[in-house]
């Protein structure tokens, strides 16, 4: 009965653990440029972060995402977020439901490419 119950919490914790701090692999971190990329922008900040002024297309904050995930178009998509934690649970979500990630920019830190 023990042995059960430790599996189940363990798998429980990897699974929240996973979703929130485990790398996605295969979407680029890069600065949005609206000359090179003809993508949709998805801005899953809060309503009341202004530290990075982006002309986005939606902005629909992560806690709004699963309620009004019709309003997003399925085309391509830049994920703009406060953080890894907010991208990777934003990004993870939108996977899911069919949505072509095709870059992320994080406000917290500068991505090391450039869309040139």
Do not use: W
């Given at each position: ?27 680029p971190c890069m600065k949005y440029d609206s000359k090179v990329?003809e993508t949709f922008i998805l801005d899953i900040r809060d ?68 869309v040139y």
């Amino acid at each position: 009965m023990n042995i059960y119950f430790i599996v189940i919490v363990t798998t429980v914790v990897g699974v929240l653990l996973y979703n929130r701090y485990f790398p996605i692999v295969g979407i680029p971190c890069m600065k949005y440029d609206s000359k090179v990329m003809e993508t949709f922008i998805l801005d899953i900040r809060d309503y009341n972060e202004k530290i990075l002024y982006l002309q986005a297309d939606l902005h629909l904050p992560y806690a709004y995402l699963r309620r009004y995930k019709e309003e997003i178009p399925n085309i391509q998509l830049h994920v703009v977020a406060r953080d890894r934690v907010q991208m990777h649970l934003g990004i993870r979500f939108l996977l899911r439901q069919g949505h072509k990630i095709t870059s992320y920019q994080l406000t917290e830190c500068s991505c090391k490419k450039n869309v040139y």
